[in-house]
């Protein structure tokens, strides 16, 4: 294809946010909900690097934002989520 898939995108997001919210809280989450809005194709042999910050902690709920950047330092996506953090510490 010659370029990455959008599916596999969304995953490496999905990972980079749940990071975000491990770094923040201490404790692991599930995803609730994530957007995504594609910007620009990412090639074959193209870096790709997330850059997540949590927006807001509300209760249990930690709403999550990222920027996905490409090597040139153009944005290929952006991504917003709601994550729950779990009872237990990681």
Do not use: Q, Y
Not at 27 to 56: Q, R, Y
């Amino acid at each position: 294809m010659g370029f990455l898939h959008g599916g596999m995108i969304c995953a490496f997001a999905d990972s980079a946010l749940a990071w975000a919210v491990w770094s923040e809280t201490g404790k692991m989450s599930v995803t609730i909900k994530l957007n995504m809005e594609f910007m620009d194709i990412v090639k074959e042999g193209c870096w790709l690097e997330a850059h997540p910050h949590v927006t807001l902690i509300d209760g249990d709920l930690v709403h999550v934002s990222a920027r996905l950047m490409k090597d040139d330092g153009s944005i290929a996506a952006r991504a917003d989520a709601i994550f729950r953090t779990l009872r237990r510490k990681a």
